[in-house]
């Protein structure tokens, strides 16, 4: 998937406080040993396109797209930082998920601080996402022994912020995302991809809610869904 030129970002709400963007899918947040061959990210590209500092509030991983928020002074990014930690930002997805889960659910499942070493001998931390069925899909290729394969769109509410929270969670409870190489499954990956005609991983940051810095009132602000969500988004039979 192209990465936009720096002056093509798109920025979806600025003030003196914040700037937040609509990020394409394949862009890092910021660079990062564990992607040593990637020379650009949100953040440079950001700095360079405002001509101005910037510093991160939250991340989302390379291959998710839309909603996120970047402040323009160390003391936003603290004060902000603390709301993000009490859990007072809601952010709000777009998933499209192996399989039919049920109509609407909670995973309270404990993560392991970091996704990239084994679990074993880690901490796990507390972690909640809720979600809401939008659609199921009945796509004609074989999913072995059945003739065909389910998948379903949704709208995913993460209620903590462990790193690769949703991704993780959806594999917990055998519904990976679409696309997801880590914790996916290939075959369906690549079914799905000559299906819709994208290959991506699934996953859209629609909404960040922020509250107030000093006063100020809070802001909810959204990214619409790319064209390639269009036919995951037509109207659709009933959720059965």
Known sequence: MDIPDPDLLRVLHADDDLVVIDKPAGLLVHRTSLDAH?????????????????????????????????????AVASRLGEAFTAGL??????????????????????????????????????????????????????????????????????????????????????????GDTTHGKGAHNRAVAAWLGTARLWLHATRLELPGV????????????GGEWAPLLAPQRPAM
Not at 157 to 165: A, D, I, N, T, V
Not at 214 to 225: K, R
């Open 214 to 225: 000093d006063g100020a009132a809070s802001l909810a602000i959204e990214s619409a869904p």
């Open 38 to 74: 990637e020379t650009r990210s949100a953040a440079e590209l950001l700095r360079a396109q405002l001509d101005a500092p910037v510093w991160m509030l939250h991340r989302l991983d390379k291959a998710t797209s839309g909603v996120l928020a970047f402040a323009r002074s160390a």
């Open 89 to 178: 930002v809601r952010k709000r997805y777009l998933a499209l998920v192996r399989g039919w889960p049920a109509a609407e659910g909670e995973i309270d499942y404990p993560l392991a601080r970091d996704p990239e070493l084994p679990s074993a001998g880690q901490a796990r931390l507390p972690a909640v996402t809720r979600y809401r069925r939008l659609a199921c899909f009945e796509w004609p290729f074989a999913d072995a022994p059945h003739a065909t394969s389910r998948y379903a769109l949704l709208e995913v509410e993460p209620l903590s912020g462990r790193r690769h929270q949703i991704r993780r969670h959806f594999k917990h409870i055998a519904h990976p995302l679409v």
